[in-house]
């Protein structure tokens, strides 16, 4: 699980560095990016305060509750495809910060960091319990059964899930209500103070 976990940051980190650098070759206008990132927060209304926590706290929920459902599919490292869609976003976030003349360096450190390490780690620990699940699926597949050193489809399925649930609800869930109380109601104030 932590070479998942690694592996998900550096992913999110390059595929994020690499949709801005993208953006600033294509050099699209701000209308263009704004688009597609209206279309993925379209379930999140424009409301303030505890409202918007809620909201912000469902929409990370349901990312995560994807993740977790393409693990289920035995096909591997298909629940990676929403880690590079939600870091492709990152960087078109920072781009429409660069082309409206902000410092995006300002708009990383107030705007995106103070909530986003916690709701990135959430988001890399589902990837790593989504893998561990993925690949426990597999295991118990007859081609995977032929591999004598593979003893993760001999597990019990009961204690196996048992354990991943634990890690989603006492580190995922907690960590993406925390992530959505700092982004709903402090990055906004942050991002004031510094006149973004």
Same mark, same amino acid.
């Given at each position: 699980m932590? +070479?998942?976990?690694?592996? %998900? ?5 390059c ?9 600033q ?5 701000? #209308?263009q990016?704004?688009? @597609?990132? #209206? +279309? ?5 209304? /424009?409301v303030s305060? =505890?409202?918007?926590?809620g ?20 096909? /591997? ?6 880690? *590079? ?7 078109m976030?920072i781009?429409?910060? %660069? ?10 450190a107030?705007?995106?960091l /103070?909530?986003?390490?916690i709701?990135?780690?959430?988001f890399?620990i589902?990837?790593g319990?989504a893998?561990?699940?993925n690949?426990? =699926?597999?295991? +118990?597949t007859?081609n995977?059964r032929n591999?004598?050193?593979d ?5 019990p399925? #009961? @204690? ?5 649930? #634990?890690?989603?609800?006492?580190? *995922?869930? @907690? ?6 109380f ?5 990055? /906004?104030?942050?991002m ?5």
């Open positions: 932590r +070479r998942t976990f690694i592996a %998900a940051w550096l992913l999110i980190l595929v994020a560095a690499l949709a801005f650098f993208a953006l070759l294509w050099h699209p206008s701000a #209308r990016v704004m688009l @597609p990132l #209206r +279309r993925a927060l379209s379930g999140i209304k /424009p305060g =505890i409202k918007l926590w909201q912000i706290a469902w929409h990370n929920e349901l990312a995560v509750l994807i993740v977790l459902a393409l693990g289920l599919i035995p096909v /591997p490292l298909l629940y990676w495809y929403n880690a *590079v869609a939600t870091a492709a976003s990152i960087g976030v781009y429409v910060g %660069a082309i409206a003349h902000q410092n995006i360096w300002l708009l990383i107030t705007g995106l /103070p909530h986003g390490i709701e990135l780690s959430c890399a589902t990837l319990i893998g561990e699940l690949y426990y =699926i597999r295991s +118990r007859h995977m591999q004598k050193d003893w993760v489809g001999q597990l399925l #009961r @204690p196996f899930l048992y354990a991943l649930f #634990r890690q989603y609800l006492f580190i *995922v869930l @907690p960590g993406l209500i925390i992530a959505g700092i982004e709903a109601l402090i990055t /906004p104030k942050l004031h103070l510094v006149g973004i």
